[in-house]
């Protein structure tokens, strides 16, 4: 069995995301990559990542918390955006937010096999207040 770097890897996940190279997307992402409990697929990974970046256009992924113990990572990551419209059912309608995402990933063979997810959204009402 071959030694992954981790740390390495997910960092270039996240430039991956950043620069939505979506081809390269499969080199981290497995093919039945499940999220929150989810089965979606590297296929329906890619258009939920897409449809991310559609309603938010300047979305960067920023990590600011990285925990490694393999098979796992927990990061805390950062967003400082500004979505169209409703985001996650809030009226944020172009309004600059800042909120934080606490996410686990567990990889097999190297690549995303899972993904748990949680969104600071009263974070994000506060701010809408």
Partial sequence: M???DLPNVYRDYIGCLNSQD???LGRF???DVVRNGMTLGLEGYRRMLEDNFEQIPDLHFGIEILVTEPPHIAARLWFDVTPRGEFLGLPVNGRKITFAENVFYEFREGRI???WSV???AAIEG???
């Fill in 2 to 4: 071959m030694k992954v």
């Fill in 22 to 24: 979506w081809e390269n």
């Fill in 29 to 31: 992402v497995q093919d």
């Fill in 113 to 115: 096999q899972e993904v």
């Fill in 119 to 121: 969104i600071d959204k």
């Fill in 127 to 129: 701010q809408l207040r």
